[in-house]
């Protein structure tokens, strides 16, 4: 786990970049709350969790997945954040592979969010983080299948 002050870690997240290889690989992602656009799974930090672990929470509540997470993640992106206040911060998200095991039917914010499968490049294409969609377009060479 990274050690940061309280300053640092407002503005860093983690986040789960959830996967399945069969039929073919496909990354999943949910809409934001807010703006319903296409994101990966993330959240802040957590007290008493890995950065692993949080970001695998994050995954079940807002895409309602469990599976198998990395302990190190593929590389980091940027974006801003529009907090509740309105108030703009841009943000730094450790990405951490996680391949679904289980999707379930229910889950805890399923009537806040959508979820979809794409390929890779699908999901690159569908998302607004440059950074992002290039971590997500190096998966199928750092899985080995490609």
């Known amino acids: 786990m990274i050690e940061s002050t309280d300053e640092t870690l407002r503005d860093r997240q983690v986040a789960a970049l959830c996967y399945r290889t069969a039929p073919r690989l496909e990354i999943l992602l949910v809409t934001s709350r807010e703006t319903r656009r296409w994101v990966t799974p993330k959240g802040w930090p957590m007290a008493g969790r890995s950065d692993p672990a949080a970001a695998a929470v994050e995954a079940f509540e807002e895409a309602g997945v469990d599976g198998v997470i990395a302990e190190r993640s ?6 801003e954040k529009v907090l509740k206040t309105t108030e703009i911060r841009p943000v730094k998200a ?5 391949q679904v095991v289980v999707l379930r039917d229910d889950w805890p914010e399923k009537g806040q969010r959508e979820r979809q499968w794409f390929t ?26 490609g």
């Open 74 to 79: 593929l590389g980091a992106f940027s974006y």
């Open 94 to 98: 450790a990405l951490y592979p996680l």
């Open 120 to 145: 890779p490049a699908e999901a690159a294409e569908a998302l607004q983080e440059p950074d992002l969609a290039a971590l997500i377009l190096s998966l199928p060479e750092r899985l080995g299948i």
